[in-house]
């Protein structure tokens, strides 16, 4: 008897402590599947740094230029120190668009005599078709009596498109002022607005238009440059309307034109010649790559220039205000040029 109760009470001995140990493993196994994955492996980068610096090649910059490449800073040799008269210069090369060369303060104010009729071009050209015809009034009779003229006097019919080429060939203080007059009352919206007002909305627009051109340092009192209290600009700003004029074939047409025979619409006729002496080529100074750009002369202004010329990849622009004599704009001009092209 003791031995087989002893036999059961091992038995039920056995058979709890097995229960137990059931029970204290099933809560581990059930947790497991929410515990997060160990890798087997550790993370490179974390745990592993380079055997060997990286090589010179891997180190070298892209061999592509960047989208905008640094400007190279203009020379600013005084004129003087180059055997210039002008007060001031500038050289400018389209294309690799920088200015290489500055003589004087590219912001100071200059006056522009009528280097100031690119400007004039530049506007009417905003507001006239070449062929509108207009006829002249006494506006050519305000002009300075001094003045370089395209012979056009009250009554006289010319196209829009004559005008601008007396303006910029001839340099005719009366085609500026008759054509700013039609152009005027283009913008008024008055046909036949005073002539004097006319002019003075033109002026006004003159003055918008270099604003949104980027003209910051200009003002315009007169559409022909002659001297004025309140008509300036800067070397920097003629460049910027120089620029824009590039853009004008109608513009760069009369610039680069020697000399024409022409008719007006109301039937005169008479010779243009351009006052650039770079085109002529009876001229000691004649160039074959210059193609304009305009002239221009006053007493506050002295003698001024600015000129184009052809390159292989573009244009050189080169301008002097403040040239001593008639000829010395052209000999500074040119040994611009010739150190610069």
């Keep these: ?26 809560p581990a196994v059930a947790q497991s599947p929410t515990e997060p994955e160990l890798t087997t492996e550790p993370v490179t980068v974390a745990t592993t ?15 592509e230029p960047p989208t905008d490449p640094p400007t190279e800073p203009a020379e600013t040799t005084p004129p003087e120190e180059l055997g210039l008269t002008a007060s001031k210069a500038f050289v400018y090369d389209t294309g690799e668009d920088r200015m290489k ?12 005599a009528s280097l100031t009729k690119l400007l004039t071009a530049y506007v009417a050209l905003q507001y006239l078709q070449p062929e509108d015809v207009i006829t002249a009034g006494d506006e050519v009779t305000w002009i300075d009596p001094n003045s370089s003229i ?3 006097q009250p009554g006289h019919q010319l196209t829009a498109k004559m ?8 340099s005719g203080n009366d085609a500026a002022y008759t054509l700013a007059v039609g152009a005027g009352r283009m913008i008024a919206g008055v046909e036949d607005l005073d002539r004097k007002q006319a002019v003075g909305v033109f002026v006004d627009e003159m003055n918008r238009q270099a604003r949104l051109l980027g003209m910051e340092n200009s003002h315009f009192k007169n559409p022909d440059g002659i001297d004025e209290d309140g008509h300036y600009t800067t070397v920097r700003d003629l460049l910027t309307l120089s620029l824009a004029v590039l853009e004008q074939d109608e513009i760069m047409e009369f610039a680069s034109m020697a000399k024409d025979d022409v008719e007006f619409y109301s039937g005169e006729t008479c010779t243009w010649y351009n006052s650039n002496y770079l085109l002529q080529k009876e001229s000691e ?7 304009g750009l305009k002239t221009g002369s006053t007493e ?14 573009g244009y050189l622009i080169v301008g002097v205000l403040g040239s001593v004599e008639d000829e010395d704009r052209y000999k500074d001009t040119l040994l611009l040029y010739q150190e610069y092209k």
């Design 1 to 26: 008897m003791n031995g087989r109760v002893f036999l059961a009470i091992a038995a039920a001995v056995l058979f709890v402590g097995g229960l137990i140990l059931m029970i204290g493993l099933t």
């Design 300 to 313: 506050k202004a002295g003698k001024c220039l600015i000129s184009l010329f052809k390159k292989a990849d």
């Design 150 to 152: 395209a012979y056009i």
């Design 163 to 170: 005008l601008l080429q007396g303006m910029i060939m001839q």
């Design 285 to 291: 100074f004649y160039t074959p790559e210059a193609m």
């Design 101 to 112: 060369y500055v003589g004087g303060n590219e912001n100071a104010q200059v006056a522009p």
């Design 49 to 63: 740094l380079p055997t060997e610096l990286p090589t010179e090649a891997a180190t070298e910059a892209p061999t």
